[in-house]
């Protein structure tokens, strides 16, 4: 058992990285270069279609020597496919990049599949609660987001190689359709959903009385569209 062991490991460490690790002994060479295609390309395939915007704006060299570097160095704890683009983006925090801009745009692309596909659940709400006096809450399959870099906009005709004085501020959610949408937001309506409190604490700290009506009119406007749920249960 231990010798298979070893030769189990042999051919891992060969698939995974040929250049540096030799084949296993007494398997023939056409046979190790369908497994390695193989192998390479399940992974391949499965980050081109979370990352495709990555990947077209990157270049075949350039993405397919990332996607080997990431086959053959980063260890995934997870058994599901689903996850191994969450994996790559783990990945890309540790190691130099391509590009500035690259792992603000991996996350852009990844979140809208995690949104299609999570099974959260919201907590107990009120779904009817006075957004003034009642804490807002924000659906469990709504996120508010901020980029440095304006990854809406990047691809192989536009690569900025200096970020922009302002961030990207964006509103990512799913419908009751399962559909995934993406909008820009204002400073102010960034602040008052990432901020804590009454929806009355929030708007009172950011504009003052006479942010109050609006405020209202914004809150209920998003409850509508699903993005509040209404007001944290106490």
């Known amino acids: 058992m231990t010798e298979l062991r070893e030769q189990q490991f042999t051919l891992a460490r060969h698939l995974r990285d040929p250049q540096r690790h030799p084949a ?29 915007v990555m990947r077209r704006t990157l270049g075949d060299q350039v ?11 980063y260890r995934s704890q997870t ?11 783990d990945y890309l925090q540790g190691v130099e990049l391509d590009a500035p801009w690259q792992l603000e745009l991996a996350h852009y692309e990844w979140i809208e599949a995690y949104l299609s596909l999570t099974d959260a659940q919201d907590p107990a709400h009120d779904p009817d609660g006075d957004l003034l006096d009642g804490e807002p809450l924000l659906s469990c399959v709504a996120q508010v987001l901020a980029y ?3 990854v809406e906009q990047i691809g192989p005709g536009y690569q900025p190689e200096q970020a ?34 009454s929806g009355r604490e929030r708007l009172l700290a950011l504009g003052g009385e006479a942010s109050l009506e609006g405020g ?9 569209q699903g993005v509040i749920i209404g007001t944290r249960a106490p």
């Open 216 to 224: 209202r009119a914004m809150l209920e406007g998003l409850r509508a």
């Open 148 to 150: 440095q870099w304006p």
């Open 63 to 73: 993405w397919h020597a990332r996607v080997r570097d990431f086959y053959a160095n």
């Open 24 to 52: 296993p002994p007494g398997i023939e060479a056409r046979r190790l270069r369908v497994y390695r295609e193989l192998f390479y390309g399940a992974i391949e395939g499965l980050l081109a279609g979370s990352f495709p």
């Open 164 to 197: 922009p004085e302002m961030p990207s501020l964006l509103l990512v959610h799913r419908d009751a359709g399962f559909k995934v949408h993406f909008s820009r937001l204002a400073p102010l309506a960034w602040q008052l959903l990432n901020a804590s409190g």
């Open 79 to 89: 058994p599901l496919f689903t996850e191994i683009a969450e994996c790559f983006i």
